[in-house]
């Protein structure tokens, strides 16, 4: 049997709410013998604004901000090798091998030594890509837009969304702050005001008609276009950030 959950049916604010923890309350729900066993995922599947319930929940499992630190970044990196290399029970070891049965302790060694390597990693792409950034003023907005054909790979960690978000995060300095990734024949959008990327492709489609611009996702996914038509979709896409912005 398929169900199809929609919070936004019931005109519930989703807007903060990630897959995660959607997952782990519907979960909770239909079995409630696993309830013990995810009050700690809501938490650590948020990079920020972590909901005060869901961070109370980490806590009363025994998970202080350390520990759900140290396994949100052991995830994300171990996600990314999951993709060459079956991790499923690394990441079960993450999130659920802390108990009676392990020697590890909640916040024991293996999220820790995972979570290091990651930002390691993650700290190298982020050097290079802010030596790299260029930044402009577009109606009041401030844009950083990062070439990530030339400072992102596929086949490396961290992937471009990872990078994105992080890049974002850390160069934001005011409340209309656009970060910008864009590769060969995709673009990347992340901003600190609500934006529909959907919106926003239709705008740079209707700009650039020969571009071949389509957006991939929903509400927050990307925008992809025709190789060699690049410099087109970029200032199309400049052009229609203030129309698009919330």
């Given at each position: 049997v398929s169900v199809a959950v929609a919070p936004s049916l019931a005109d519930a604010d989703v807007?903060?709410?990630?897959?995660t923890a959607l997952t782990a309350t519907v979960a909770s729900h239909v079995n409630d013998d696993v309830r013990a066993d995810l009050e700690h995922l809501p938490a650590v599947s948020y990079w920020e604004n972590t909901p005060e319930a869901y961070r109370e929940l980490a806590t009363d499992a025994g998970y202080d901000e350390t520990g759900i630190s140290e396994r949100r970044e052991a995830i994300a990196l171990e996600a990314y090798y999951q993709s060459y290399k079956d991790k499923?029970?690394?990441?079960?070891d993450l999130l659920f091998g802390d108990d009676e049965e392990t020697d590890r302790p909640v916040n024991g060694d293996?999220?820790?030594?995972v979570s290091e390597q990651f930002r390691a990693k993650l700290d190298t792409g982020l050097e290079t890509a802010q030596e790299n950034l260029t930044t402009e003023s577009v109606d009041g907005i401030s844009v950083a837009v990062l070439d990530t054909a030339a400072?992102?790979?596929?086949?490396?960690?961290?992937t471009t969304t990872l990078?994105?978000?992080a890049l974002h995060r850390r160069e934001r300095e005011d409340d209309s702050f656009v970060t910008l990734g864009l590769g060969?024949?995709?673009?990347?959008?992340?901003a600190t005001e609500s934006l529909?990327?959907?919106?926003?492709?239709?705008?740079?489609?209707?700009?650039a008609p020969d571009a071949g611009v389509h957006v991939v996702g929903g509400q927050d996914g990307h925008i992809e276009f025709l190789p060699g038509e690049r410099d087109a979709v970029r200032q199309a896409a400049l052009d229609a950030l203030d129309a698009t912005l919330a």
């Open positions: 807007s903060d709410v990630t897959s499923r029970e690394l990441v079960a293996l999220a820790a030594h400072f992102t790979h596929r086949y490396n960690f961290p990078l994105l978000d060969d024949d995709e673009l990347h959008v992340r529909n990327v959907r919106d926003l492709g239709d705008a740079i489609a209707e700009a």
